[in-house]
Every structure is written in structure tokens, then in C-alpha cells.
């Protein structure tokens, strides 16, 4: 195991100032981004090119001092493993062709594993050239965020075919779930296996998951993913990000078996110590919005969630991934403050 700030932090030994990453860091506020997403024909076989994913995950480390490195792939490389035809539209996000619950036959029998083999490739490059003191991220959507793009067919206002789906077509939905929790275990455990220091989560729908199915669709997926990976002998840190899930958050955080409950920008940190399951590292959660335009409360919002999180078990982010517009300048100085921070 190597000695790394992140690592520390989950370890519970004393850090001087809290460990700093950036979800989205590898993505489009860098220039230089797009001179290596052009050598690939489009978005997927970027995520399938061993040489591309290492370049672009080591990109940010060029740029900012960070302590983790998120590999380069993306949530939807479980669905196009699936066949569902997933591709990236300018101008529009992804899309795929969508499922019809109770009709459209669920593929269970997918050797995800050699499939996303690029990705493997890259997490062994990766870990032995990125700095011992950077920990590497490897990461998967969560079923109910892939589930919810998988039957809309892209990203919708309210979600309501995946919702309505939930309410109507009970056996076929628990399927489908069940088959993207296998999946999901497959590629996390080939992510640790193959050099990944700390897994997370991403379940960047679960605010459309009615209260009703919180506990089945929010929880009890991730829970599962988490039993079959210690199962599977993967002891590494895990993360969850239960996006915008608010009351929510309060019994995902203490029963689905996270190690780190990652915070959208929403979330009153204070609230949150209150709140949340004290015994995990949390997460998050300043706005990318914030680091956009120079604007006066940059410092004072970086500053406020240093104080209420000091002597807590935390790791700082932003509450969701850095957008195109995100100027470098402002993410440099929050790194400067964060470093400098002194308890
Ligand atoms: O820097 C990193 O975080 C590493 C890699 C990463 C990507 N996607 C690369 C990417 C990660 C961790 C993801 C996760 C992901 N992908 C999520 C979960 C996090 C979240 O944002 O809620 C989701 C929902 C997706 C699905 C997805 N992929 C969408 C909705 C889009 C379009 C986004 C947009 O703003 O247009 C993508 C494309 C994508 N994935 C890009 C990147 C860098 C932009 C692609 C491009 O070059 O055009």
C-alpha cells in the first residue's frame, strides 16, 4: 500500500490539511484535452485506447497539485458493453438505444472484464508511473443512474419512462438491476486488481429515485456491489456520490456500507456533521460553478468549508465535476488555499 494523503485520511491518521482532487478534472477546461481526444475517432474508442486513457488521466497532474488521479473512462462503458449503442453527441451528451422494460432482452451473459481490457491496461501503466503519493481512482455508475440512462435512451428532464418502469414493471426492473450490480462488480474489481487505489460510485440520478425505492434502488444496490467486492478479497476505500439525494443521504450514509459519502454543493456541511454517519470520511463540496468567473467569495467559500470540516475526516472536491468553463487560474488558487491550510 502506498503512503498517500487520501489513503491517510481513510487510515484515520493526521494530515496537515485536507487531501484535494477535482471530479471531471481530466475533461474539457484544459486545453489540451482536445489535442488528445482528437486522436480517437469518437468518445468510446477514446475510452478503449490504453495510450489515451493514460495521457488523459495524467493531464491534470500536469497542471495542478493534486492527490488523486481519476482514471479516464466513462460511466456509460457498461452499457456499450451491453449493446445498447451508446454514442456521444456534440451539443446533445450521450445516447443509446433505449430499452423497452418487459420487452427488450437484458444481457447478463457479457464478459465485461475483456471488453474494458484497455482500461485494465491503463490502471497497470498508470500505477506505476503516476507518483506513489497520488492515489489513482477507478470508478462505475451506479444501477440506477446506468438503468435510468439505459431506458430513457439519454439524459431527460424527469426520468419518468425509468420511473414509471420502477412502479410497473417490477420483475424486469429488478433484472435489469441485478445484471448492472454484476457488472458493476466485474469492472470495479478489475479496476482494483489492476492498480486502483480507492473506488468510487457514481450515482448521478438517484434524486429521481422515489422515496418509496429509496432503500431497494439508492441503497441496497450499492450495498450489494460493496459486499461482493469484499467478498472478492477488494478492501480498497470506497466512495459514493448519491447525487442531490438529500434527506437521503442520511441512511445511504450509514447502510450502504460506503467508506466516503462524496456531497453535491447543495449540502449544508454543518448539516452534514450533524447528520451523517460520523465513522466515514466525507467528501465534497464546493460549486464548479464558483470557479468559473472571478468572483470575491471564492476564497471565503473555500475558507468556510475548511473550518467546518477541520479535524473532520475529509477530502476536498467539488460538489459535481468541473464544467468546459472552469478557468485553471481559479482552480490553481483553490488548491493553493486548500495546501496552505494550516489546523
Ligand atoms: O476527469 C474525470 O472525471 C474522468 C473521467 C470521467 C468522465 N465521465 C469523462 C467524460 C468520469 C468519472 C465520468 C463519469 C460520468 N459520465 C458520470 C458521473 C458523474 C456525473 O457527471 O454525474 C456521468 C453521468 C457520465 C455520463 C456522461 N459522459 C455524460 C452525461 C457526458 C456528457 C457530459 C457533457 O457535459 O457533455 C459524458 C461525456 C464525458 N465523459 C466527457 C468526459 C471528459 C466529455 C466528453 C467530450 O470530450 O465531449
Given at each position: 500500500m502506498y503512503n498517500n494523503k487520501i489513503i491517510n485520511v481513510f487510515n484515520k491518521e493526521n494530515v496537515s490539511s485536507p487531501p484535494i482532487w477535482f471530479l471531471r478534472?481530466?475533461?474539457?477546461?484544459?486545453?489540451e484535452y482536445f489535442s488528445i481526444r482528437s486522436q480517437s475517432k469518437n468518445f468510446i474508442d477514446f475510452c478503449l485506447n490504453t495510450d489515451l486513457i493514460v495521457q488523459s488521466t495524467k493531464l491534470p497532474l500536469k497542471y495542478y497539485n493534486i492527490d488523486a488521479a481519476i482514471v479516464f473512462s466513462d460511466i456509460l462503458m457498461i452499457p456499450w458493453a451491453m449493446k445498447r449503442n451508446v454514442q456521444f453527441v456534440k451539443g446533445v451528451g450521450p445516447v443509446m438505444d433505449p430499452m423497452i422494460p418487459n420487452e427488450t432482452e437484458i444481457l447478463n451473459d457479457i464478459d465485461i472484464k475483456n471488453l474494458l481490457r484497455p482500461l485494465d491496461k491503463a490502471l497497470k501503466i498508470l500505477r506505476s508511473s503516476v507518483p506513489n503519493h497520488v492515489s489513482l481512482i477507478g470508478f462505475a455508475g451506479a444501477p440506477w443512474t446506468l438503468a435510468c440512462y439505459m431506458i430513457e435512451g439519454q439524459s431527460t428532464k424527469d426520468f419518468l419512462l425509468t420511473r414509471k418502469a420502477v412502479w410497473s414493471s417490477n420483475n424486469w426492473f429488478n433484472k435489469l438491476i441485478d445484471s448492472l450490480i454484476d457488472y458493476v462488480v466485474d469492472i470495479l474489481e478489475m479496476q482494483a486488481n489492476a492498480g486502483a487505489d480507492v473506488l468510487m460510485i457514481f450515482d448521478?440520478?438517484?434524486?429521481?429515485?422515489p422515496s418509496f425505492f429509496w432503500k431497494d434502488f439508492g441503497i441496497s444496490p450499492t450495498k450489494k456491489i460493496i459486499n461482493n467486492l469484499r467478498k472478492r478479497n477488494i478492501l480498497i476505500p470506497i466512495i459514493g456520490f448519491p447525487f442531490k439525494a438529500g434527506s437521503s443521504l442520511i441512511n445511504y450514509s450509514y447502510?450502504?456500507?460506503?467508506d466516503c459519502l462524496a456531497l453535491d454543493w447543495t449540502v449544508d456541511l454543518k448539516w452534514a456533521l450533524k447528520n451523517?454517519?460520523?465513522?466515514i470520511v466525507i467528501q465534497g463540496n464546493l460549486d464548479?460553478?464558483?470557479?468559473i468567473d472571478k468572483n470575491n467569495n471564492l476564497d471565503k467559500s473555500v475558507k468556510l468549508i475548511l473550518d467546518t470540516m477541520n479535524n473532520k475526516r475529509h477530502i476536498f472536491n467539488v460538489g459535481h465535476g468541473l464544467t468546459p468553463e472552469c478557468k485553471i487560474e481559479n482552480i490553481k488558487k483553490v488548491i493553493e488555499i486548500v495546501k496552505n491550510y494550516n489546523n
Amino acid at each position: 500500500m502506498y503512503n498517500n494523503k487520501i489513503i491517510n485520511v481513510f487510515n484515520k491518521e493526521n494530515v496537515s490539511s485536507p487531501p484535494i482532487w477535482f471530479l471531471r478534472q481530466a475533461g474539457r477546461h484544459i486545453p489540451e484535452y482536445f489535442s488528445i481526444r482528437s486522436q480517437s475517432k469518437n468518445f468510446i474508442d477514446f475510452c478503449l485506447n490504453t495510450d489515451l486513457i493514460v495521457q488523459s488521466t495524467k493531464l491534470p497532474l500536469k497542471y495542478y497539485n493534486i492527490d488523486a488521479a481519476i482514471v479516464f473512462s466513462d460511466i456509460l462503458m457498461i452499457p456499450w458493453a451491453m449493446k445498447r449503442n451508446v454514442q456521444f453527441v456534440k451539443g446533445v451528451g450521450p445516447v443509446m438505444d433505449p430499452m423497452i422494460p418487459n420487452e427488450t432482452e437484458i444481457l447478463n451473459d457479457i464478459d465485461i472484464k475483456n471488453l474494458l481490457r484497455p482500461l485494465d491496461k491503463a490502471l497497470k501503466i498508470l500505477r506505476s508511473s503516476v507518483p506513489n503519493h497520488v492515489s489513482l481512482i477507478g470508478f462505475a455508475g451506479a444501477p440506477w443512474t446506468l438503468a435510468c440512462y439505459m431506458i430513457e435512451g439519454q439524459s431527460t428532464k424527469d426520468f419518468l419512462l425509468t420511473r414509471k418502469a420502477v412502479w410497473s414493471s417490477n420483475n424486469w426492473f429488478n433484472k435489469l438491476i441485478d445484471s448492472l450490480i454484476d457488472y458493476v462488480v466485474d469492472i470495479l474489481e478489475m479496476q482494483a486488481n489492476a492498480g486502483a487505489d480507492v473506488l468510487m460510485i457514481f450515482d448521478s440520478w438517484a434524486h429521481m429515485i422515489p422515496s418509496f425505492f429509496w432503500k431497494d434502488f439508492g441503497i441496497s444496490p450499492t450495498k450489494k456491489i460493496i459486499n461482493n467486492l469484499r467478498k472478492r478479497n477488494i478492501l480498497i476505500p470506497i466512495i459514493g456520490f448519491p447525487f442531490k439525494a438529500g434527506s437521503s443521504l442520511i441512511n445511504y450514509s450509514y447502510e450502504s456500507g460506503v467508506d466516503c459519502l462524496a456531497l453535491d454543493w447543495t449540502v449544508d456541511l454543518k448539516w452534514a456533521l450533524k447528520n451523517i454517519n460520523p465513522n466515514i470520511v466525507i467528501q465534497g463540496n464546493l460549486d464548479p460553478a464558483s470557479l468559473i468567473d472571478k468572483n470575491n467569495n471564492l476564497d471565503k467559500s473555500v475558507k468556510l468549508i475548511l473550518d467546518t470540516m477541520n479535524n473532520k475526516r475529509h477530502i476536498f472536491n467539488v460538489g459535481h465535476g468541473l464544467t468546459p468553463e472552469c478557468k485553471i487560474e481559479n482552480i490553481k488558487k483553490v488548491i493553493e488555499i486548500v495546501k496552505n491550510y494550516n489546523n
